[in-house]
């Protein structure tokens, strides 16, 4: 059973948003259902993150999903030898839930993410600051601010300006 509002979030995504500030997306963008399983939450350990990332759960603009299935645990338990606890636990739910799933990471996992749910599925931070241009939330300038502080925080994006995502 598809669910195309569920997104699940990787512990990346949520700490280059709490890096500037901007968990609120994730509230805002609200015809998306934002979840971290709790292997996710564990890994946001810095400060201010930690708080940030738990104010949103207090808010409601993310919660936490735990597994439910035999299918789901068995699955985490074949992707934990090859990528991380977090990782593992957001691309089996994603594929048993058929959510979709937020993450910055490349290599392994995206090759496995991609074989698994099949392309168009993954999102990253550029991916839903597009979205929140789109939206309507963030202007172009606001989002290529926020690039700007999330490069100085040594995440680097390949792009110069989100202008280049959104020209006809």
Not at 34 to 53: S, Y
């Amino acid at each position: 059973m598809a669910d195309e509002r569920l997104v699940l979030v990787d512990a990346n995504v949520l700490i280059n948003l709490s890096k500037v500030s901007r968990l609120d997306l994730l509230g805002a963008l609200a015809d998306l259902d934002f979840c971290a399983p709790p292997e996710v939450l564990v890994e946001v350990v810095n400060e201010p993150g930690k708080t940030l990332v738990g104010r949103c759960l207090d808010d409601g603009h993310l919660r936490e999903l735990r597994f439910s299935t035999v299918a789901e645990l068995a699955l985490f338990t074949e992707l934990r030898k090859i990528m991380g606890m977090g990782e593992a636990a957001c691309l089996s739910l994603a594929f048993h839930r058929g959510a979709l799933l937020a993450s910055d990471e490349k290599r392994v996992f995206r090759r496995e993410a991609e074989a698994r749910l099949g392309s168009g599925r993954l999102l990253n931070t550029p991916g839903l600051l597009v979205l929140a241009i789109r939206r309507g939330i963030l202007t172009i300038d606001e989002a290529d601010e926020l690039k700007r502080h999330l490069e100085a925080k040594q995440f680097k994006m390949t792009f110069g300006s989100f202008r280049e995502f959104l020209s006809p």
